[in-house]
C-alpha cells in the first residue's frame, strides 16, 4: 500500500483523528473546501484551476489536484508548460473522501498515472493529514526526490526560521503546527550538518 500508518497524532492530543477530520472538513466547506478551490484562495494562484503558490522560482505548494480540475483546465498541459518535472504527494489513500472532489477509486483525489504519461515524475510519501511526518521520513523525502536540490541550496543560504517565513509568506496558512515547525528545523539542520548525505 502507498499509504502509511507510522504517523500518530502529535503527544498529548486525546481527540480523536476521525472527529478531527470530520470537524474540519465540515467547517472548511467539505464539496466546497476552501483549501481545495481556487477560486477561494487568496490571491491568483499559480496554476489555473489548483490552489497554488510558487513557493520559490521552482517549487510548487499546492492543494491536491482533482480529475475533474485537470480535465477541465489542462492542469497536466500547464505543468509541462511550467516545466514541473515532479509531484511529490502526500495524500494517504483514502483521506478526505467528502472534501472538494473527494477520491477516485485508486483512493487519490486523482490519477498520477495522467501527469507520468506526460512525463512528469510522481513520489508518494503519504503522511496523515493534520499530523506531521517523522524526522526520517522527511529526510528520505529530501533525499529521494529531486526537489532535494533545491531544499539543499535554501537550506544551506538561511537559516530554518527564514526558510519557515518564506514558506508561510508565499503560501499563507501553511506550517501551522508547531512539530512540523520543529521537523523542518531538524531536516535543515541535518542537510547542513551532512550535505554529502543529500548529494544526487
Request: aromatic share 8%; net charge positive; with cysteine.
Amino acid at each position: 500500500s502507498w499509504a502509511t500508518n507510522a504517523n500518530k497524532m502529535p503527544p498529548g492530543n486525546s481527540v480523536p483523528l476521525a472527529l478531527k477530520y470530520w470537524v474540519q472538513c465540515t467547517f472548511e466547506g467539505g464539496r466546497n473546501c476552501r483549501h481545495e478551490d481556487y477560486k477561494r484562495q487568496k490571491g491568483p494562484a499559480a496554476v489555473m484551476g489548483l490552489h497554488s503558490n510558487w513557493i520559490t522560482k521552482d517549487v510548487l505548494g499546492m492543494a491536491r489536484p482533482n480529475d475533474k480540475a485537470i480535465r477541465e483546465h489542462g492542469i497536466v498541459d500547464q505543468f509541462v508548460d511550467l516545466g514541473i518535472e515532479a509531484i511529490v504527494n502526500l495524500q494517504e489513500l483514502g483521506e478526505h473522501p467528502t472534501c472538494g472532489e473527494g477520491i477516485t477509486s485508486g483512493g487519490f483525489s486523482y490519477t498520477p498515472e495522467s501527469f507520468m504519461a506526460r512525463g512528469v515524475h510522481h513520489y508518494n510519501f503519504s503522511w496523515r493529514d493534520m499530523t506531521c511526518p517523522s524526522l526520517g521520513l522527511a529526510l528520505d523525502i529530501v533525499q529521494e526526490v529531486e526537489v532535494g536540490t533545491n531544499c539543499r541550496r535554501y537550506a544551506m543560504g538561511m537559516g530554518s526560521q527564514a526558510a519557515i517565513q518564506l514558506v508561510r509568506k508565499q503560501r499563507p496558512g501553511s506550517l501551522q503546527v508547531t512539530l512540523c515547525l520543529l521537523r523542518l528545523t531538524g531536516v535543515l539542520q541535518s542537510i547542513r550538518a551532512t550535505p554529502d548525505r543529500f548529494k544526487k
